[in-house]
């Protein structure tokens, strides 16, 4: 028993802990808002509280909703991935992870308020709501939307957003970078259907079909029906004025979807762009492997070979050879020769994901991490025979450079501050020991030039005008002249080649007025010729470029280099902005929830299932039979901690009782822990209590490996609730249903994985995983053995019962056992599942099977009459063999010797056989999403060994996938 307390009191510790701890935070109210931030994020507060109320105000007028809101925003750079959300789970609210943007994302001049102004559209847009749900929402909880979970799908809430960002001049819409996808799949025949762009597609380009498709067919149907037919569209939609999007949109707009979406695709302007890049006279595909549906950039050169990274696997390679893998890769760059590759990459190892760097060495395939958190870029330059380690680290909207001296203390030699919204990226050096960058000021970009010299730093740069670059490389010849060469975009064009040539404080820049077919990204000088790569929508390829043979479509213009200043205009704005009148924030539940009336209340009863069947558990699953009641659900504005009261009654059970749910997680994903305790009465008093608690925990541990802790715990005590049904199935008697039990369940897991994606299709999967799990379950009673449940029940002596198992398990993936690529979205490869686990059971004794792909399909096809979505058709055969000692022995791994001594008696079973397998997901509402969907599979098996020998059965099964179970 003090066992049990121990554990009970770790566990209710562990919550509070996690539940409970936090840091100072501040806040600050506008008319609409409640600004929630700390120090480092203050100035990012101060923008926000100046403009917030007018952003509302506009977005409000433009789709005719009532501005009636107050809204909790969450400025955090914990989480230093610059990204933001909005959820109207218990209650509306914003949070956005103030950081600088990604290279993709240089689209705004004020990254935070073109960020917020997107989430807000969210905010507006699917509270669309009438008068009704309007005032039914203040009661019960903004949850209560029909529109925004039946109806309106992610191509058009994203659709909304990214082009309200994009109306002043700026935002994605107007940036070639990211339009490319939607010209390009028009000009590679892969253009998407409508009904294929709802949200629900499982494969890239997953995370962008949404918003590209969904914010050009936004702006298309504004401009030519207005914003007044657009904000009725959303009027009809939220208010569920049909089951569907594409109902709704031919009844607003009198015109089917799918005949608007043909128009739209006429409207899309490819014309002059040869398909196929390699009919063209100077370009012609690279001799590097080419992997279908890959995604790469090339990152540099070593001693004449090209040095490539695949972004679908996380893989750098130099020439065909594997250099390594990272887990969670942001970046890749080699050094001028070659010899290092500068990385960062998300490391989920805390509660918010941070950036880290670290640098590869090719010449001793060593690693060298550093431990600094918010790294941005980093490169090594040779200075006078001295290597130093420049880097790039950001807080919140600001930059700094820091030099640092290479195997020693890293202390800083020198450190430079550049102002908010200034952002360094793509940072490289030369062989002179000159560093160079991009910098992007508001929305204007230079290519800057850095000298380090007596522990100083001095810059200079060349302004372009009306281009945005990106992918910066460099090479130095002869007589100090050095090349630079980085992709651009020039309004709405594909990515292009610039190439700059600096000659002392000059520089001639040549911009290739051309687009070609999967434009130009990352450029790297191979001798004479140019390395690139290029992206035709679902897939990337390398290609050469021969750049004299485009010497006619390059536009040169020289530009002179000047002295770095910082931009005082701006900062100067910054200090006159409205002063920021805040307070701390003390809440640890905001004063908002949701109100559901039905109860959550479960239950359980112990049964004498293990007299009748292997498994080790006498348990039943919960019983949710107390649904008469009411739940409410609070949580933190930041999404990390939730707890929930519960009350509910059984009329049948003449019973009823209360429960407290709390479910906590990092902002990371890393770590999860949930309890839920429930107290049970009925007429006679005190009926029933349970506590279940689970955790979980991931990190890593390596490159691509991880290490996972799970707990799981189980704690009953009371009476059983059992109807009488169950209770005549089992032979129970009402006296042995009276008798009060303790019954604690306990599984524990520890593994090791290797497990990783190497390709976009859903069968592309490698590496192996091994698991130790234990079991434990323990139960007693005051009641004598023939007065209780326990009566002819196995393992039950001294008065209780008491078993255990401690069991292995582990599981393979191998990607093919063909040696070749399979092309397009086809697998036929053979890629092979194995597994096997020992004494998972009493009296098992080993599973051992396979399962091998025959065949699977990426379909990626929805469907508009029947809203579907058919992600992955499988066709796949398997094997399977099971041993058993017919011994219930607890700790059957104690007798491993024994049992393998004693092999050739054991009960054997040994079964082979097909199945098809579907993937279809929903392709409505909030169910067009790809993490929610089911797997159907239809299988037969034939029993070659056994009880059964001989028999065939046919089965179909179904398996949901959805974040909430």
Known sequence: MKRKILTGAIVFFTVLGFAFGKEKILHAETQYFDIIFDESTRESAQELYGCADDVLEELCLQFKVKPNFKIPVVLTSKTEIFNAYFTNYNYNHIVIYDSIPQENMMVFSKSVKSTFTHELTHLVSINSKNGFWRNFGKIFGDIYNPGCYITMTSFFKEGASVYQESKNGEGRLKDGFFLHDLRQAKLSGKFPGYTDCFGARTIYPYGTTSYIFGSAFTEYIIEKYGMDKYAEFWHRGINSNRLTSTAVFKKTYGISMKKEWKNFYDSIDVSGIEKNPDSINGIRKSNLKNKSLHLYSVIGRKDGTDIIWDETTESVFLGNKKLFTKTGLVSAKASHDGKYIFTTYADPNHLNQQIKGGYFNTENNSWKKLEDNGIRQLCIFNKDGKEFLAIVKSLSQKCSLKIVPINKDNSILCSVEFPRDEVIYSLCSDENGNLFFLLKDGLKFSLCRAAFDDNQIEYECFHFENIRPSNLSIATHNAGKTTALFTYVEGKSFPRLAVAEINGNEMELKLLQKDFSGGIYSPVMKGEKILYAARFYTEGALYELDPVEFQKTFNSTIINAEAWQPNLVSAETESNASDLNFSTYGKFLYPKQTIVPLSVLNSYYISPSVYYTDEIDCLSQPSYSYLLGITVLRSNPWDTKHIGITAGYSPAKKAGGTGIIFSGKSSSGNFTVNNTLNSIFNIDGFMQANNSFGFSWEFLSGNISRI???????????????????????????????????????????????????GS??????????????????????????????????????????????????????????????KGPFIYNLPLYVFGTLFQFNDSFACLGAEATLFSWEVQKGFGVIPLYLGTLTLKTFYQEEYTTGLNRNMEIRYMKEDLDNFEFMGK????????????????????DKNINVSVTCKGVYCLEGSHKGETKFLMTSALNFPLF
């Open 761 to 822: 299709k859903t069968c592309e999967t490698a590496g192996f995983k091994i698991a130790m799990n234990f079991k434990n379950v323990y139960a007693t009673t005051d009641a004598k053995k023939e007065e209780s449940i326990f009566d002819n029940m196995i393992h039950y002596e001294n008065e209780r019962i008491q078993f255990a198992q401690l069991y292995p398990s582990l599981e393979i993936s191998i990607p093919g056992l063909l040696p070749f690529d399979c």
């Open 909 to 928: 079973n040994k079964y082979a056989g097909g199945s098809l397998v579907f993937i279809l997901g929903g392709n409505t509402g909030a169910l067009a």
């Open 708 to 758: 996972m802790l799970s707990e799981s715990n189980v704690f009953l005590y009371g009476k059983e609730d059992m109807n009488e049904e169950t209770a005549g199935f089992y032979l129970l008697d009402k006296n042995q249903l009276n008798k009060k039990y303790l019954y604690d369940k306990n599984i524990l897991s520890i593994a090791y994985s290797t497990m990783r994606k190497t």
